[in-house]
């Protein structure tokens, strides 16, 4: 990881821009949403890989930062949602998908479920999914 | 620059406002997605990885790294 910084810094243009984007784990909520509004069912749960993952990239950014390769210039976040038209679906989909690095709760799923049930014929489920948006300046 | 540029859904986003953009993914199969999408000239989609990237010292202005950090 430290390796591929270094090789992107190598072709950045003098005062060059990194941007990372990338999703954090933080107990992402999942919520029903439809024309009424939207609720929430619960959250997700962090599994160990993803923890470990989100800390190697934070710690590859102090190293390359600390070898004086880049200085962030803007941190920030923000919500990206992922959407599904049943649970069923949302399921199938995190145990394909995200299964090293969340876990939808069968409880969670239950609660889900029932939601969706009661939201009406154009209800969904999404998850709220937060995002780390960094820029770095070559230096 | 775009590094691990999937099938290309956000490249096409910085496409508009770029003079030139690559993108980079060891995923042969979202590549062959991403080209078959591709609907600009101006952008280049390669199989590489961040580790080696086939392009000389001082290219490009933007690197994003994009879900791959």
């Known amino acids: 990881m430290v390796h591929a910084l270094g090789e992107i810094r190598r072709t950045l243009k ?3 821009m990194l941007i990372d984007l990338r999703p ?3 107990r ?3 919520e029903v949403v439809s024309s009424a509004g939207w609720q929430v069912s619960g959250s997700l749960t962090d599994q160990p890989i993803g923890v470990a993952d989100d800390e190697a990239a934070f710690k590859a950014m102090r190293e390359a930062e600390s070898n004086g390769w880049y200085v962030k210039e803007k941190e920030g976040e923000f919500d990206f949602f992922y959407y599904w038209d049943t649970p069923s679906e949302m399921r199938e989909y995190m145990q394909s998908e995200w299964e090293d690095f969340e876990k939808l709760e069968e409880d969670v799923y239950r609660k889900t479920s029932a939601l969706w049930v009661s939201a009406g014929a154009d209800a969904r489920v999404r998850v709220r999914v937060k995002m780390l948006i960094a820029v770095w300046k070559k230096l | 620059m775009k590094s691990v540029s999937g099938e290309g859904r956000l490249t096409w986003r910085y496409a508009a406002d770029a003079k030139r953009v690559a993108g980079f993914d060891l995923d042969r199969d979202s590549l062959r997605v991403a080209r078959a999408d591709c609907l ?3 952008v280049h989609f390669a199989c590489a990885s961040a580790n080696h990237i086939p392009f000389s010292k001082e290219t490009f202005d933007i690197a ?4 791959s950090l």
């Open chain 1, 28 to 30: 992402w909520r999942v």
């Open chain 1, 14 to 16: 003098p005062n060059g």
């Open chain 1, 24 to 26: 954090v784990e933080d």
């Open chain 2, 64 to 67: 994003v790294l994009a879900w």
């Open chain 2, 40 to 42: 600009h000239d101006h």
